[in-house]
């Protein structure tokens, strides 16, 4: 078998694996995206999430350290309420956290020029402790005040997904209209770099030009991919 | 030129140039970690940060949508006193937040083979706003409170960092005694994949089994590298 081939067939057995997430299932806000990957032969996506917010009741030594110990109080995908955090607070016997995460994906590519356009990651998160063996340790005016941030965050981010998809769908388009992957012979550096930092303004802008067109990952802000190569071929 | 020597040229050229980081120079921490990799011709760091504690002041937007309007009020790559914090934080105009950022580095890689063991990212972080529009929202006790968690997470990260080196020694040390590259041979997957998730308890362990020895990334809880590849030639 062919390399293609072998990459085919290791996409159909992945993609028909069952979904092994807790909700079991690809996030509304994402399922376009994945559909548009996972329809383009020279990709597929192994893992997703299209940004929640978190609240975890952690062990006496954190959620990091003790993992096992860690339970989740509260997860949305979706602006979250106050009234739904100060309940779920009062469940919590360890030490409670609230997170954001971000939008992530996870794609695997069959060369290294399609991975060009998919490196995905943006850390604009959150993760502030609340309380300490079970006791509040902020007022619920704060609470009210980090929902807010952690909303517009989630608002954000959808904007991001949203404008990560019109990227991605034009640029495959103009990838298919010129011919397979004309990149290949536009590489003048003998790196392929994949960790970025851009310019905010940048992100904020339309893709239109050729240039932004080419910049496409949702790497915002801080985001970065910090791992680089000096590929044999290319 | 071949391969090797444009990438010992490029090498030559990075580290020649000046360290354009704020404190213009390698955190401690880390020096020892940055020499070990620039000191073999398969890698060179292109930057580095051992850790640290941050407080930032950010416009009314915060400090991702408007970068360019946030300040830095306290940075430290060791413990923080509560005092230090207090007396910055009355130096907030906008919404200030701290964050704990853990050990980065960014290495570039001479061949694919050679980036597994370097890929190097945790996210055990922090990110906790502190004030709105100059006005403090939390108490001294969850200052103190927050920062005997970033303190841990401070002292976690060290240990952390010096496990690291250990095993990368070790590592290197193997694969120059095997002669080189002998991980070329061991892959009996078409893929090379960075994104890993591990138990935490294997990640507290000794590096001193061959498997253990291989994931030698410093990717803690739920640190991860996104991306991943079908290499051409492997």
């Known amino acids: 078998m062919d390399r293609s081939g072998e990459f085919q067939k290791w996409k159909a057995q992945s993609l028909s694996k069952a979904d092994l997430s807790r909700k079991g299932s690809v996030d509304e806000d994402v399922v376009e995206l994945v559909r548009l990957l996972n329809g383009r032969e020279q990709f597929f996506t192994t893992s997703s999430c299209s940004g929640r917010i978190l609240l975890l009741d952690g062990g006496l030594n954190g959620c ?14 979706r602006i ?36 060009q356009i998919l490196a995905v990651r943006s850390t604009h998160g959150l993760e502030v402790p609340l309380s300490n063996k079970g006791r509040l340790m902020v007022t619920e005016e704060y609470i009210e005040f980090l929902l807010k941030i952690a909303n517009q965050k989630m608002e954000e981010n959808k904007k991001r997904i949203d404008r990560f998809y019109s990227c991605l769908q034009l640029a495959l388009e103009r990838q298919e209209t010129s011919g397979l ?48 190569f000096f590929p044999e071929n290319y």
Chains 1, 2 share one sequence.
């Not at 050729?210 to 915002?220: A, G, M, V």
């Open 64 to 77: 990091e350290i003790q993992k096992q110990n860690c339970s989740w109080l509260l997860v949305t995908h």
């Open 181 to 228: 992957r004309p990149e290949t012979n536009k590489m003048t550096h003998p790196v392929y770099t994949h960790r970025r930092k851009r310019k905010t303004e940048k992100m904020h802008g339309q893709c239109n030009s050729p240039e932004k067109q080419k910049d496409l990952e949702s790497e915002e802000d801080n985001a970065e991919i910090s791992l680089s």
């Open 80 to 115: 979250c309420a106050k009234d739904d955090v100060l309940s779920a607070l009062k469940k919590a016997r360890g030490d409670a956290v609230l997170k954001f995460e971000p939008f992530v994906l996870h794609v695997q590519c069959r060369q290294l020029q399609d991975a």
